[in-house]
């Protein structure tokens, strides 16, 4: 087995930060994954429990491997 299989066999189906590619996410986006209000998400950015990086035009976007972190702790 290779490396990544022992480590996906390891996480039962979790998707590890590791091996989530570096997207920026939408807080639409995010939202769907957490079956949530956007609005919600952007609260969460807020109150530091979700880190956000702000595009030129002042828009909020999620970096995948964050997003990945924070469904695994749910």
């Known amino acids: 087995m290779t490396a990544l299989a022992d480590n996906a066999a390891d996480n039962a189906g979790m998707i590890t930060p590791a091996m989530a590619t570096q997207?920026?996410?939408?807080?639409?986006?995010?939202?769907?994954?957490f079956n949530v209000n956007p609005k919600t998400v952007a609260r969460w950015a807020s109150s530091g429990v979700l880190k956000s990086i702000r595009t030129p035009g002042g828009h909020r976007r999620f970096r995948?491997?964050?997003?990945?972190?924070?469904?695994?702790?749910?």
Do not use: I, K, Y
């Not at 997207?23 to 994954?33: F, K």
């Not at 990945?68 to 749910?74: A, F, G, I």
């Open 23 to 33: 997207h920026n996410l939408t807080p639409g986006q995010v939202a769907a994954m």
């Open 64 to 74: 995948e491997a964050d997003v990945v972190e924070l469904l695994n702790r749910s």
